[in-house]
């Protein structure tokens, strides 16, 4: 059974950092698209960054571009988020989702609303 779990939210101070994961089971890792969103009270849920099945490249919407870097360990079926220079609005709920993708590029594209498998996602909340 495929199976997306988030972890690393909690309540940082503005300009702080947080490094979220997302563990996956059930499928070939290695094969799949990973994609972060997130979503905040009140709002739709957006695209936050794109990863390529292989890790070699990556995407970003233009709001987080410089301050969150997205990686991945194929080795421990591990996706992570590194999230820097936090600020208010970047609370929000953090979800990841996988789709079989193999070899295409990262794109928001690739990485969109309507990917197969979804976790529950960690919350992030960024205030003073």
């Known amino acids: 059974q495929l199976r997306l779990v988030e972890s690393g939210g909690g309540l940082v101070q503005p300009g702080e950092s947080l490094r979220l994961s997302c563990a996956a089971s059930?499928?070939?890792?290695?094969?799949?698209?990973i994609g972060w969103f997130r979503q905040a009270p009140g709002k739709e849920r957006e695209g936050v960054s794109c990863i390529s099945s292989s890790g070699k490249s990556t995407h970003y919407a233009d709001s987080v571009k410089g301050r969150f870097t997205v990686s991945r360990d194929n080795a421990q079926n591990t996706v992570f988020l590194q999230m820097n220079s936090l600020k208010p609005e970047d609370t929000a709920v953090y979800y990841c989702?996988?789709?079989?993708?193999?070899?295409?590029?990262?794109?928001?594209?690739?990485?969109?609303?309507?990917?197969?498998?979804w976790g529950k996602g960690t919350l992030v909340t960024v205030s003073s």
């Open positions: 059930g499928f070939t890792f290695d094969y799949y698209a």
């Open positions: 989702a996988a789709e079989r993708a193999p070899h295409a590029i990262a794109s928001k594209t690739l990485c969109h609303i309507d990917m197969d498998y």
